[in-house]
T-cell receptor, first 114, second 110 residues
Framework: DSGVTQTPKHLITATGQRVTLRCSPR?????VYWYQQSLDQGLQFLIH???????AKGNILERFSAQQFPDLHSELNLSSLELGDSALYFC?????????????FGEGSRLTVL | AQSVTQLGSHVSVSEGALVLLRCNYS??????LFWYVQYPNQGLQLLLK??????LVKGINGFEAEFKKSETSFHLTKPSAHMSDAAEYFC????????FGAGTRLTVKP
């Protein structure tokens, strides 16, 4: 158990809809990262938050947004969903922003868009 | 900008054989390098990491990796494969954030 909790584990929805994925980091970790894993694109970095502030953006679509709340949990919002958004979405946390620290991953939220 | 390239999306070895998974990196600063493993239906977990110091790094489950600056490589090895090693392996580089390679799926044949 990594200590990172993601909900829901599975989600099936239709094109055009909006979903919210939730992540609770390990106790005390201030950094939260979101990744998208799909068969054709591998593990893509989406966004990084540190203590409530956005620190870095990767390949995140404009239809997607995220935030980190004062209690440090984070949400990833996906809107106007397309078939190609079907993927496994991972959240990971790290104690700070020090680049030597490992990321601890949740078990992921599997999104299926029909 | 940081990036990693994993050579070979699939590697198949026999049980007891040497495992070699290749990773080359690109980084504008001294790199911090990681190997993660992903078992089916699970998240990624850390195998080992290189930050500074000794270039040969030992990790969990008998894996090790050697940082070679001149070759910009960080290959993962294990002397003797076990059936339980079958999984997806990811190399990663950490600069401002952590970027992963495309992954290598390891199959172990009995």
């Amino acid at each position: 158990d990594s200590g990172v909790t993601q909900t829901p584990k599975h989600l099936i929805t239709a094109t055009g809809q909006r979903v919210t994925l939730r992540c609770s980091p390990r106790s005390g970790d201030l950094s939260v990262y979101w990744y998208q894993q799909s068969l054709d694109q591998g593990l893509q970095f989406l966004i990084h938050y540190y203590n409530g502030e956005e620190r870095a953006k990767g390949n995140i679509l404009e239809r997607f947004s995220a935030q980190q709340f004062p209690d440090l949990h984070s949400e990833l919002n996906l809107s106007s969903l397309e078939l190609g958004d079907s993927a496994l979405y991972f959240c990971a946390s790290r104690a700070g922003t020090v680049n030597t620290g490992e990321l601890f991953f949740g078990e992921g939220s599997r999104l299926t868009v029909l | 900008a940081q990036s990693v390239t994993q050579l070979g999306s699939h590697v198949s070895v026999s049980e007891g054989a040497l495992v070699l998974l290749r990773c080359n990196y690109s980084s504008s600063v001294p790199p911090y390098l990681f190997w993660y493993v992903q078992y089916p239906n699970q998240g990624l977990q850390l195998l080992l990491k290189y930050t500074t110091g000794a270039t040969l790094v030992k990790g969990i489950n008998g894996f090790e990796a050697e940082f070679k600056k001149s070759e910009t490589s960080f290959h993962l090895t294990k002397p003797s494969a076990h059936m339980s090693d079958a999984a997806e392996y990811f190399c990663a580089v950490s600069e401002n954030d952590m970027r992963f390679g495309a992954g290598t799926r390891l199959t172990v044949k009995p």
